[in-house]
């Protein structure tokens, strides 16, 4: 009897514990229905399946204040407003990502264009792309989709 509860319980903690992280890859995973239970459907769509928003829709193209622009998943501050830049394409746009806050991955969905996708390295959520043809110091223009990210203002 006493064998059995152990068994009983270090098969729960196993559960509950590491394995979960296992399941996506990444710090923060959560399951479908949990995301679907926090996001509003054009937020799941393009965070959670790489879809884009339409251009000129996010309220952030226009927020010129000093701050943070943080993952809607996780909370996680992704990109500081002293690299954001006006790139004309309708879509929030930096020249580079705050430290250790992004991962990428090639995204081939363009048949004739490998594309580098960006996303949130502690959550995976879907944040945009990475282009060659960003402004100086680094040459990059992450066009990020606003629905992906808050904006904390600088108290
Ligand atoms: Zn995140």
Redesign the pocket.
Known sequence: MLRRTFLLSSCAAALAGPATAQTCGYE?CRSEAEWRAMLSENEFLVMREEDTEKPYTSPLNDETRDGLYH?R??D?PLYASDAKFESGTGWPSFYESLPNAIGTKEDRRFIFQVRTEVH?R????HLGHIFDDGPDPTGKRHCLNGLSLTFVPKA
Do not use: D, E
């Open positions: 923060i993952c998943g996780c996680l949130c502690r959550c995976g959520s």
